[in-house]
Nanobody, 124 residues
């Protein structure tokens, strides 16, 4: 059974750093590109960042380009997302996804496995 488990969400400070992890099991991790998607209240789920099976190729949404970093560790079957300076538009539910192929894409239907999501909200 495939499982993608996100962690690292919760209450965060605007201007602070966000670090998310996605631990994968039950799949041949290095055969799949991995990606992070975000869904804000009232909005559709949108692509944030993706990384190829090898980690060499990365893709970012314009909203996070130059700010976010996606990486992966095939030895421990984990994908990561880091946004060092959080903006209000970064808030929402973050989902980890494994692609059908080894190459990332921006569309949801290119992803075959999904995590349950982790919520990122601002600390007052």
């Amino acid at each position: 059974q495939v499982r993608l488990q996100e962690s690292g969400g919760g209450l965060v400070q605007l201007g602070g750093a966000l670090s998310l992890s996605c631990a994968a099991s039950g799949l041949t991790f290095n055969e799949h590109a991995m990606a992070w998607f975000r869904q804000s209240p009232g909005k559709e789920r949108e692509f944030v960042a993706g990384i190829s099976w090898s980690g060499v190729t990365t893709m970012y949404a314009d909203s996070v380009k130059g700010r976010a970093t996606i990486r992966r560790n095939n030895n421990n079957q984990t994908a990561y997302l880091r946004i060092p300076i959080l903006k209000p538009e970064d808030l929402g539910d973050y989902y980890c996804a494994a692609a059908k192929t080894g190459w990332p894409a921006e569309t949801l239907d290119e992803y075959i496995y999904w995590g349950q999501g982790t919520q990122v909200t601002v600390a007052s």
